[in-house]
T-cell receptor
Framework: ELKVEQNPLFLSMQEGKNYTIYCNYS?????LYWYRQDPGKSLESLFV?????AVKQEGRLMASLDTKARLSTLHITAAVHDLSATYFC???????????FGEGTQLTVNP | GAVVSQHPSRVICKSGTSVKIECRSL??????MFWYRQFPKQSLMLMAT?????????EQGVEKDKFLINHASLTLSTLTVTSAHPEDSSFYIC???????????FGPGTRLLVL
């Protein structure tokens, strides 16, 4: 059974600071996704990472994937209040299409 | 980008009634759609995989007779919560798998409250 674990589950940070959210998974995977969810809303796709060493950046967010370590990171640079949301990673097993989600990281950026 | 809609966005019903939720892929054909349930402050849990023209595949612990799924066309899947009870109150989200089989597009979700 594929397990996906995120760390930390809760993160409170000040504006302007940097931080990293970690996503570990338990078996080989074809693809890893990062999503953002605002309260009461559905998921917004942020990144899809397809291969070992993949790095993608959008604004203050950068995601990377290490398939050998079965680890993905979501790095936040110079956080701003608008980044406050819950962030999920999700993994697809090799040759599959089902997403398995991590528990989510609730990020609060304080002024 | 691809768009997935859900209807209704919000529904309140009495205990014992049935509620149907529609999930549509608006600008692409989706042979596979997924139904998720999310309780407050929790992650998304896959309920079932819906394949066009065939029976849905349910995850362990999900009652197929209670959560009826019909994927009658390449752009529409429906989830019917039969004889709803207060514990069925949740946020239901569907997603549709694009033909590249790599990208799931999520609907906006349906919030169900059973009184």
């Amino acid at each position: 059974e594929l397990k996906v674990e995120q760390n930390p589950l809760f993160l409170s940070m000040q504006e302007g600071k940097n931080y990293t959210i970690y996503c570990n998974y338990s078996t080989t995977s074809d693809r890893l996704y990062w999503y953002r969810q605002d309260p009461g809303k559905s998921l917004e796709s942020l990144f899809v990472l397809l291969s070992n060493g993949a790095v993608k950046q959008e604004g203050r967010l950068m995601a990377s994937l290490d398939t050998k370590a079965r680890l993905s990171t979501l790095h936040i640079t110079a956080a701003v209040h608008d980044l406050s949301a819950t962030y999920f990673c999700a993994v697809v097993k090799t040759s599959g299409s089902r997403l398995t989600f991590g528990e989510g990281t609730q990020l609060t950026v304080n002024p | 980008g691809a768009v997935v809609s859900q209807h209704p966005s919000r529904v309140i019903c009495k205990s014992g009634t049935s509620v149907k939720i529609e999930c549509r892929s608006l600008d692409f054909q989706a042979t596979t759609m997924f139904w998720y349930r999310q309780f407050p402050k929790q992650s998304l849990m896959l309920m079932a995989t819906s394949n066009e023209g065939s029976k849905a595949t349910y995850e362990q612990g999900v009652e197929k007779d209670k959560f009826l799924i019909n994927h009658a066309s390449l752009t529409l899947s429906t989830l019917t919560v039969t004889s709803a009870h207060p514990e069925d109150s949740s946020f239901y989200i569907c997603s549709a798998l694009n033909r590249d089989k790599e990208t799931q597009y999520f609907g906006p979700g349906t919030r169900l409250l059973v009184l």
